[in-house]
């Protein structure tokens, strides 16, 4: 479980530590910028160097309205990493909630076997002590012979004794 931290931790700082430039670097290379004079009218400044073959990506009117834009100050590049980092560390914290989420129930359910088991092998060992108390009942009003008392009482002492054992293994488990 603390690996699992470790990890959620990590991918937090990750997301964390990614800078948000202040400038993006097609306008330091001067392609197309868009200024503000004291009117806070806005000028648009055309390099005479734009090369369209430069631009592999972005058309020359993506372009335009981003450095127009209020936040031409930003890389968008990097928020969009940003945003798969999240959604990446999102996914992978779900996956593993889920993944303990059914590991307990898993051990839930294994307990709930065991507990069954045990409440069965209890069960069965009143039984045998019951049908020993009849046989020694039936014996003093000799409703059977001794012989078939021993052979019987032997019978019920063998599995009481597997009964028992099996009990031991479960409290000790």
Known sequence: MAIKNRIIISLMIMVLMIPISGGSALAAEGILVAQADNNGANEKVVNSSYNPAKV????????QRWYNSPLRNQDAHLWFVFLIVLIIGIIVAAGM????????????EEAQKEDKLFLELVAKQKRLMAKIADL???????EISQEEYDLLRDDYKKTLVKVKLKLKELEEV
């Open 136 to 142: 020694d009942a039936k014996l003093t009003k000799s």
């Open 97 to 108: 909630l889920y993944r303990t989420k059914q590991q307990e129930a898993a051990k839930a």
């Open 56 to 63: 592999a990506f972005h058309s020359p009117g993506h372009i």
